[in-house]
């Protein structure tokens, strides 16, 4: 049997494509020392998500982000959002 588990990786903002990528590595080496266990590989595809989606494509969850995430095996989120994007007054939320 050879599945294929796709995970989809969403680095986002702040230290979130720093924390991704090493979740990233750890989870490639898994893969590569279990494969036979887990009957398959993983495969990893990146997407946008949060104020690097506004500032790319306009939209802090753009379509293909959302249709990627809900067909995949798993999601890895990093951080989203940060201090340099200040957060609007928000009077039920302060």
Known sequence: MNNRYNI???PSDGIGPEVTKEAVKVLKKVSE???KAMGGSLHFA???FG???IDNHGNPLP???LEACKSASAVILGAVG???WPRPL????P
Do not use: H, K, L, W
């Open 51 to 53: 104020r690097i989606a």
């Open 46 to 48: 990146e997407y946008y």
């Open 63 to 65: 379509s293909s982000t």
């Open 8 to 10: 989809d990786v969403i």
């Open 82 to 84: 940060g201090p340099q």
């Open 33 to 35: 020392m279990r494969a």
């Open 90 to 93: 928000d009077a039920s939320n």
